[in-house]
């Protein structure tokens, strides 16, 4: 009965994490939402796709009131809570981060990077349960890291010129940042269902952690723009000149490059801001450089929550509900020990590439035997579940 209870929800999961990636990556995409500039930050996609989970979360956690659920059940304990705010504070960077890749990547291409962390899990596993590490583990991880080459083939042997399946630093950054969340989560939502108090559902965990994420997101919305406002970030006094050209003239009209030449003078390696700039102009500077996101840090809070744009809007709170479907599933399933189930959740990779070949993409064979060799290697650790029962863990 548990194998059937997991194959039932991983296929729920499966689904909500690849139209998640969809969803994402077409509210990042001009041709879905009207044709303009997409003028909405990460931050605050994150902010409505939080909003929209906690909206789901509500009804449901309503549902299971009025149909007799007592208030009591709805309140995990101050241990859970705990696990559930730290789970929180890592999604909602982590969200930022999946807001962030789309607009400069198709998912196909940096999807399989961001599940890296489950080729460790059976050592998470060792570490907390105190589950064997097999030789299957081994081979597993020896896949993992094929099929992430597998794609670099072409220009590992010189048949391309271009590596177009590299990420850039700053993609790289946050694919790091993104294992590491979902690394630390993954942990945590044992740990959250395993320190619950008795009665405790997924839909109150999820309502509370909804809860938080909506506290840092509303902060970091409110706080960061204030501090980069206070620091005149985007009034930089000195930008080196391939940052100039790369970064801002590469993004911006000819009127605005002219005006920023008017006020930023080369010398050496540098563009030095000129002295005595009025105060209107200097506003003028602040908006053409907020516009190119050349603060990427600051950038990524930077709007109002009430955009002139509301398609991408659309499609991120549609990406809410898909993110309430499978955060209930992962604390529906988080009873058992993550190794046992976790890598099933990541066989969307597969189907992802085909999926990005009817929106238009270009997607190589490279690419696609890539991300089926990664998903064979995240499954291959669990291949051998006839020797190894899989039994909830007990609460503590």
């Known amino acids: 009965m548990e194998w059937i209870l997991i194959i039932v929800w991983l296929s729920i999961i499966n689904g909500g994490l690849g139209g998640q990636y969809i969803l994402n990556w077409m509210a990042n995409q001009p041709d879905y939402t009207g044709g303009e500039k ?4 990460p931050g605050v ?3 409505w796709r939080e ?13 299971e009131v009025a149909r007799g659920k007592k208030i009591k059940y709805l309140w995990p304990g101050s241990i859970s809570m705990a696990t559930i705010m730290i789970c929180a504070f890592t999604g909602v960077i982590e ?12 998912p196909h291409i940096y999807a ?11 050592f998470f596993g060792k570490f907390m349960f105190n589950a064997e590490i097999r030789k299957e583990h081994w081979i597993g991880i020896s896949l993992v890291i094929a099929g992430l080459a597998t794609p670099h083939i072409p220009w590992l042997l010189g048949f391309a010129d271009n590596n177009h399946n590299a990420l850039d630093l700053n993609g790289i950054i946050w694919i790091i940042i993104i294992n590491s969340c979902l690394l630390s989560q993954q942990v945590l939502n044992n740990k959250t269902v395993q320190t619950a108090l008795e009665g405790v559902g997924p839909n109150a965990l999820v309502l509370w952690r909804e809860i938080w994420k909506m506290i840092f997101i509303s902060s970091a919305i409110l706080i960061i723009p204030f501090i980069g406002s206070s620091l005149n970030v985007n009034l930089p006094e000195k930008i080196s000149s391939i940052d100039f050209e790369n970064r801002i003239v590469a993004k911006t009209a000819d009127d605005n490059i002219a005006y920023l030449q008017k006020h930023y003078e080369r010398v050496g390696d540098d563009y030095i801001l000129k002295e005595n700039i009025p105060t209107a102009d200097q506003e003028n500077i602040k908006e053409i ?9 600051f950038s990524l809070f930077e709007g109002s929550i009430i955009p002139n744009n509301w398609l991408p809007i659309l499609f991120v ?12 599933g992962f604390f529906k399933l988080s009873r058992f020990a993550a190794h046992f189930w976790v890598p099933y959740t990541n066989v969307y990779l597969v189907i992802l590439p085909f999926i990005m070949i009817l929106f238009g993409k270009e997607v190589t064979m490279y690419q696609i035997a890539g991300a089926v060799v990664v998903t064979a290697g995240l499954m291959v650790g669990v291949m051998d579940y006839s020797r190894n ?3 909830a863990i007990k609460k503590k």
């Open 38 to 41: 997409i003028n909405v930050s």
């Open 389 to 391: 029962k899989v039994e």
């Open 289 to 297: 450089i907020k516009s190119v996101d050349y603060q990427r840090f």
């Open 317 to 328: 709170i549609a990406a809410g509900l898909t993110g309430y479907v499978y955060s209930f």
């Open 112 to 122: 399989p990077y961001v599940n890296v962390y489950l080729a460790f899990l059976p």
């Open 45 to 47: 996609m994150t902010w």
């Open 51 to 63: 909003l929209s989970k906690l909206a789901w979360a509500l009804v449901a956690v309503g549902i």
């Open 95 to 106: 969200n930022i981060g999946f807001f962030y890749l789309p607009r400069y990547y198709s």
